[in-house]
């Protein structure tokens, strides 16, 4: 009898409010897993492994657990649940890491390495990307470095401002400044090498009509959705000299980008060599400028304009006359 009676106790809490021992060991429920990530998808093999994720909440806290494996290498939750936040985790003088966002702006960080939160915690990521600011928690992890762990979190709404809404993504990554091998959502940009650009997020909302209330009787499992946000690179939708065969200057330059980047005008001569940086501006989206041709002699030359870190580049031919 007692044993039914605990099996109902269990079905009917499985929704929320949900309070959760933060002891490391599961009480989460079915209902409240909101990513089964592959076992089998890592590329640092089965004891870097991310398996499960799990949210929950009461009307003050909310609950996060995560099943995973980890040696010798960090696992990385992060939380976009307000305007503002970081596209870049690599300039972070906490857990900096070779990963960047794109459509999401990760404001929190939860973060251990090699199954020891005591050598990570829960940070703010502060806009700037590059400081943090510790947030309160509670949280256990019993780790054994490569064995079967859980991460247990509660982190106060009122210390991560209320979020209406939440996205999250979790990711293994090594040391300082090193790619990710694993990600829940699965995203395509890891590949256990190089930058990984993140694109898919798990959105869950939390508190569905503003009221400043968390939802109650939400199974987070099924409200959990993907948000695929598009990469875009930026490219040039015009680049105009004019006139691009001249005497005298100045010939104005005029450039129109798709999204606001970094641009370089550079120029070279007829047989490719560098001359000199003609313009260099860190964030335009139209760029208009005059450019003073009194130091260069008769002849070809080539201006080569270049947008952004992931560059589209242009080449256009530029004659002074006699
Ligand atoms: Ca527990
Ligand atoms: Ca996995
Ligand atoms: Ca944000
Ligand atoms: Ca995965």
Redesign the pocket.
């Known amino acids: 009898m007692r044993k039914y009676s605990i099996l109902i106790s269990l079905l009917f809490i499985a929704s929320t409010y949900h309070s959760?021992?933060?002891?490391?060991?599961?009480?989460f429920s079915a209902d409240e897993r909101i990513i089964n990530d592959s076992y089998h998808d890592s590329y640092w093999g089965s004891q870097n492994e991310l398996k499960n994720l799990f949210l929950t909440w009461t009307a003050e806290t909310l609950f996060i657990g995560c099943e995973y494996t980890l040696n010798n290498n960090a696992l990385l939750i992060f939380l976009d649940t307000e305007d503002g936040g970081i596209s870049n985790a690599n300039g972070l003088n906490w857990y900096p890491r070779d990963v960047q966002f794109s459509g999401a702006l990760p404001d929190y960080l939860i973060a251990l390495w090699n199954c020891d939160l005591s050598l990570g915690g829960v940070r703010k990521l502060n806009s700037d990307g590059i400081t943090t600011t510790p947030v309160s928690f509670l949280g256990y992890n019993s780790g054994v470095p490569g064995n079967e762990n859980f991460l247990?979190i509660g982190i106060p709404f009122s210390s991560i401002g209320n979020p209406e809404k939440l996205m999250i993504t979790a990711l293994i990554c090594d040391g300082d400044h090193s790619p990710a091998a694993d990600g829940m959502p699965d995203d395509n940009s890891i590949r256990g090498t190089g930058s990984a650009i993140i694109n898919i997020f798990r959105e869950i909302t939390i508190d569905s009509n503003g009221d400043g209330l968390p939802d109650d009787s939400v199974k987070p499992a099924d409200i959990a959705k993907n948000v695929e946000f598009s990469v875009s690179f930026p490219s040039f939708i015009k680049t105009e000299l004019s006139p691009d065969i001249a005497k005298e200057g100045p010939v104005h330059i005029s450039v129109e980008i798709s999204d606001s980047t970094s641009l370089s005008i550079l120029l070279f001569d007829k047989q490719g060599k560098f001359i000199k940086t003609i313009a260099e501006v860190e964030k335009t989206k139209r760029f208009e400028y005059n450019w003073n041709i009194s130091d260069l002699s008769e002849g070809i030359y080539i201006l080569k304009f270049i947008a952004g870190t992931k560059k589209d580049i242009r080449k256009m031919a530029f004659v002074r006359s006699k």
């Open positions: 959760i021992d933060v002891d490391g060991v599961n009480d247990e």
